[in-house]
């Protein structure tokens, strides 16, 4: 079946602009994960959707940075004001009922965001 | 609080020798161990993990990862390394939410 997609998979970015990028988790999948990726570095957390429940939203950097996800499934991260270091890769990855923690994670291919 | 460590940055092994990439964790009680692997250009892609059982787990693409409860470890290992093993590597632990290490790349030198 279908895995995770991200859109865009590049954006540039002007330094001051708001930039949305989106995810499609996998159908049936309820956790939804955000994560920035820099320069083939490691993964920082930025956000967790649990299914119904309230967002973990300890990751995220600064209040430039906000996430929803609508009707359970696809969800939108927008980054505000954009910084240049805020350029990185933006991963998405979903995994069946959350309360189950020894699912694994999907990863779609990621959003490469480049701000000049 | 939970945690997990890659001690490597890179692990560079020569093609056909044995590979180990090394990860140790700290938890409060009795964790879910994961690793993940990113080819080049590629998203993370789901490898090998460790719910319960026997402590040695085997995963995709000849990976094998033992579980060590008192060293706290979770060292990934394959016996003949190919060159298109290389990639980063990452290992992951999960108590009440995923916690990712920083990663290890993978280099096998033909």
């Known amino acids: 079946g279908a895995g995770v997609s991200q859109s865009p998979s590049n954006k540039v970015t002007e330094k001051g602009k708001d930039v949305e990028l989106r995810c499609d988790p996998i159908?049936?999948?309820?956790?939804l994960y955000w994560y920035r990726q820099s320069l083939g570095q490691g993964l920082e957390f930025l956000i967790y959707?649990?299914?119904?429940?309230?967002?973990?939203k300890s990751g995220l950097p600064s209040d430039r940075f906000s996430a929803e996800r609508t009707g359970g499934s696809v969800s939108t991260l927008t980054i505000q004001r954009t910084q240049q270091e805020d350029s990185a890769v933006y991963l998405c990855a979903s995994s069946l009922d959350p309360t189950v923690i020894s699912y694994e994670q999907y990863f779609g291919p990621g959003t490469r965001l480049t701000v000049t | 609080a939970q945690s997990v460590a890659q001690p490597e940055d890179q692990v560079n092994v020569a093609e056909g020798n044995p590979l180990t990439v090394k990860c140790t964790y700290s938890?409060?009680?009795?964790?879910?161990l994961f690793w993940y692997v990113q080819y080049p250009n590629r998203g993370l892609q789901f490898l090998l993990k460790?719910?319960?059982?026997?402590?040695l787990v085997k995963g995709s693409y000849g990976f094998e990862a033992e579980f060590n409860k008192s060293q706290t470890s979770f060292h990934l290992k394959k016996p003949s390394a190919l060159v298109s093993d290389s990639a980063l590597y990452f290992c992951?632990?999960?108590?009440?939410?995923?916690?990712f290490g920083k990663g290890t790349r993978l280099h096998i030198l033909p």
């Open positions: 159908s049936g999948h309820t956790a």
């Open positions: 460790y719910i319960t059982g026997d402590n």
């Open positions: 959707f649990q299914g119904n429940s309230a967002p973990d």
């Open positions: 992951a632990v999960s108590l009440w939410r995923i916690i």
């Open positions: 938890v409060s009680g009795n964790p879910y």
